[in-house]
């Protein structure tokens, strides 16, 4: 737990501590005797809050109540949404990494596996003089396994000294701090070692029982040739390992397209150069000067000031209201701003105005004798779900503890994450909530207009920092996580084509030695250098085409199911599947084309002069 400052409950202002049901500002904490009795728990405290008392209090009716959710605390971090001390991680991401590295690690296998027994060709002689000489099927088993085991433990030491290497490069990414004693620890160590054991097995096990199961007569006599199983399992291995190469591609496409909407959706409001700074305390008491002084300043088009910035609202509240209709109560949020508020975000009123100066005097208690002591200004949702259409709404009365007229109806602007819809929001007049000035700046020359908000900054408020940040980086840090994601799984998707690739690329050329003489015998008939390339690279092709029908529905699947947690999403478009299907058949012919090209340019009299 990380803290600059602990104070009591109680040395907040009465303002701040508002004690009402609605006020949903606060996290409690609580301990519990028994982990097991949280159930329990949570069906008391809804039934409480479903008690006479408790709703009377609420201002609530019928069966409406206030619903309390408790959660563990060790299930916040990466189980929940719920703020806590540090940023929320994903328990689902971490699902997806470790998923994605386990598909690599399939496909490094397989190239092994089709390489390793493509490769026994070569080793027909070795293998025919070994059981001559009185290997057993035991033996040559143990041989092949040990070759998979030191292969798999020299790859295991590079990629744990390359991981110590990318250390700083990963922290860059996913915005963590981490060093290499985590590796270094028992239990990565183990694991590491463990998981060396389970692949050599898996990846040696089947070029072993294939080479230690030869005859040594057939071998001895035609060398070893690929059977018809031979021929299924390598071709599934082909058609796994682009198939996971397909996947990782369209998914990353679709992230990185969903990461671009968000970046450019516009949200209701401009978020674009406007600067962010923090109000302290003290700064309240000279509030309007130190406004004027900042409008002041040359660059400067419009300041305002806020409890919250827009970007994501946290005030929980809640409204009443009685109508022609009845009663209506609403759980919202809620957003205490200054004057020209809108204005400066750049946002559209569809009904009523703004708050304006005379506002003021209507929240004077001391001089104010009717019942009307707060100006509202709601959102669209807030005037649907009550049911007023926007200039309906202008003139009713809403109740927040404190009664007052809705003066204004703003047009829906995103005021949370866009994994979230829009929910109901009340905008009222609070300057002595504020925590945060917003000053738009004119966009053609910021660096002259921050340097003349800093010369203002430290004439004002010497005893505080000009201490500044953007909104538009405020918007953006609430999807870092996707954001890399997007980065993570770019990596990923690279990383499998490439090794897809190069299993690809060898397997073809140990193909191509095996019909070096049946491509001499096609172009002594007269075959051109076209079809000898597509006799070549056509088997392989299909394969990829199975690969392609396979994962792109697969993709499909994963990337809806993935932008469902979104409110505000893309479509899945039909183009990302037909190009990376394009490109991936590309790249996989100019791999094969290349040894396809290279024997049939070379000259069928070497090829045919043994027979």
């Keep these: 737990m990380k803290f600059d400052l602990v104070t009591q409950f109680l040395n907040l202002s009465n303002g701040v501590k508002e004690e009402t049901w609605w006020n949903a500002n606060w996290v409690t904490y609580f301990l519990l005797h028994d982990k097991g009795s949280l159930p ?286 009845g009663q209506h109560n609403v759980s919202l949020n809620a957003m205490p701003v200054d004057l020209d ?10 009904a009523g105005r703004d708050f304006q100066e005379s506002d003021f005097a209507m929240m004077d208690t001391s001089n104010n004798n009717t019942n009307f002591h707060q100006p509202f200004i709601i959102n669209e949702t807030l005037a649907r779900k009550i049911g007023w259409a926007p200039q309906e709404a202008i003139g009713k009365t809403l109740d927040k503890g404190v009664t007052g007229p809705v003066v204004g109806v703003v047009k829906d602007f995103n005021f949370s994450s866009l994994h979230d819809p829009i929910g109901p929001l009340v905008i009222f007049l609070g300057r002595d909530y504020s925590r945060t000035f917003m000053v738009r700046i004119d966009g053609n020359d910021m660096k002259k207009t921050l340097g003349q908000l800093e010369m203002m900054w430290k004439q004002r408020v010497p005893g505080r920092p000009f201490s500044y940040h953007f909104l538009d980086d405020d918007y953006n840090k609430l999807y870092q996580a996707e954001q890399r994601s997007s980065a993570l799984f770019g990596i990923a998707s690279g990383l499998a084509i490439i090794l897809a690739c190069l299993g690809l690329f060898g397997l073809a050329a140990f193909t191509t030695v095996q019909r070096t003489k049946e491509i001499g015998i096609r172009r002594v008939l007269g075959a051109s250098l076209g079809n000898v390339t597509l006799l070549i690279s056509g088997n392989f092709l299909r394969l990829v085409g199975i690969a392609i029908l396979i994962a792109a529905p697969l993709a499909w699947w994963a990337a809806n199911t993935w932008l469902q947690d979104f409110a505000f999403r893309i479509p899945v478009q039909s183009y990302v599947f037909i190009i990376t299907a394009l490109v991936t058949l590309l790249i996989a012919f100019c791999t094969v084309g290349f040894h396809s090209l290279k024997a049939a340019l070379s000259n069928p009299v070497k090829s045919l002069r043994t027979e």
Excluded at 341 to 350: E, R, S
Aim: hydrophobic residues 45%; aromatic residues 10%; positive net charge.
């Design 341 to 350: 508020f809108t204005k400066t975000m750049k946002m559209q009123l569809t």
């Design 40 to 325: 329990q728990l949570q069906q008391q405290v809804n039934d409480y809050m479903k008690t006479t008392a408790v709703k009377e209090e609420a201002r609530l009716d019928g069966s409406n109540y206030l619903r309390y959710n408790l959660e563990p605390l060790t299930k916040v971090h990466l189980y929940s949404s719920l703020a806590g001390f540090e940023p929320n991680g994903s328990i689902r991401y971490i699902y997806m990494f470790l998923i994605i590295a386990l598909l690599i690690l399939v496909i490094a296998c397989a190239n092994y596996t089709n390489l390793a027994t493509a490769q026994s060709a070569g080793r027909s002689g070795e293998i025919g003089m070994r059981k001559v000489m009185g290997a057993s099927k035991r033996q040559v088993f143990m041989q092949f396994i040990g070759e998979s085991t030191i292969i798999t433990f020299i790859a295991a030491t590079l990629a744990f000294l390359l991981s110590v290497l990318m250390i700083p490069y990963f922290n860059n990414i996913t915005g963590r701090q981490f060093t290499a004693a985590v590796l270094m620890q028992p239990v990565p160590v183990i694991s590491l070692l463990v998981f060396c054991v389970l692949v050599s097995f898996f990846a040696g096990l089947y070029p072993a029982l294939v080479l230690s199961g030869t005859q040594v007569m057939g071998v001895l006599k035609k060398g070893f040739t690929f059977t018809g199983g031979n021929n299924m399992l390598r071709k599934s291995l082909i058609v796994a390992q682009f198939g996971i190469s397909i996947f990782l591609i369209i998914y990353t496409v679709v992230i990185m397209q969903q990461m671009h909407y968000m970046q450019t959706k516009h949200l209701g409001y401009d978020k674009d150069h406007i600067v962010v700074l923090p109000i302290s305390g003290n700064m309240l008491r000279d509030f309007q000067n130190l406004k004027d002084a900042i409008a002041a300043v040359p660059g400067v088009e419009g300041v305002t000031a806020s409890y919250e910035t827009p970007e994501f609202v946290e005030w929980g509240d809640g409204v009443s209201t009685t109508d022609e209709k």
